[in-house]
């Protein structure tokens, strides 16, 4: 993982590539006779990779006082990616998550990857719940969370985003999710959901 320095020097560009995009198309368009997509897809392209190493980033502020295993999870997490492996990680920061928590199945083991592969694996009964984290430790497995019914959040969220986006609202943990749809990794803290990249 980078430092704050190391990160700024790469938002810093990332923010100068977006604006000279930008300025060159708002220059170019008074005199512009074509189909604009192309060029409006490039600055989109351009933010996303913006908001990934901000999410990135800042994910690992957030996870890395509560747990010491954040590697060990993210090594997890782009493994269940590239696999298109659903998935859904809950790591508990200061308030204690267990209240919301429903039908889980104990674990209390060791983090590793190889297990959070294991219990996401499809087919296996544990897959379709969420994993609960606390410390260096799976609690438990297979966890019912309570969903969020706003509505307003893009409609191609399924159920682990909606279970996620809730579990941060109503607590201060994070969770991370795996779409097995695409594969794409977003984590929500504060009701909020982010899209990131795990190196």
């Known amino acids: 993982m980078y430092s704050f320095e190391d990160f700024k020097e790469k938002m810093t560009k990332y923010i100068s590539t977006l604006k000279g995009d930008i300025q060159q198309l708002h220059n170019q368009l008074p ?28 994910l690992k502020l957030y996870l890395s006082p509560h747990t010491k ?14 696999l298109r ?58 966890n019912i969370l309570p969903l969020e019914n706003d509505f307003s959040f893009p409609i191609h969220l399924g159920t682990r985003h909606r279970a996620a986006i809730g579990i941060s609202k109503y607590t201060d943990a994070v969770a991370l999710v795996v ?15 982010h899209p990131i990249t795990v190196e």
Do not use: W
Not at 35 to 55: D, G, N, P, V, Y
Not at 136 to 142: D, G, H, L, P
Not at 179 to 193: A, D, L, Q, V, Y
């Open 31 to 58: 005199k512009m006779d074509c189909c604009i997509l192309t060029e409006l897809e490039k600055i989109q392209q351009s933010f996303m990779k913006a908001t990934s190493l901000a999410s990135t980033y800042f």
């Open 69 to 82: 295993e954040y590697e060990t999870i993210a090594k997890a997490v782009k493994k269940l990616s590239e």
């Open 85 to 142: 492996h659903g998935g859904l990680i809950v790591i508990e920061r200061t308030e204690s998550i267990q209240p919301y928590l429903k039908n889980g199945i104990p674990i209390h083991a060791t983090i590793s990857s190889t297990l959070i592969q294991t219990i996401f694996y499809p087919g296996n009964p544990l897959h379709d719940g969420a994993i609960y984290i606390r410390g260096k430790e799976i609690v438990s497995a297979a």
């Open 179 to 193: 779409s097995e749809e695409t594969g794409r990794i977003s984590f929500t803290i504060n009701g909020n959901i």
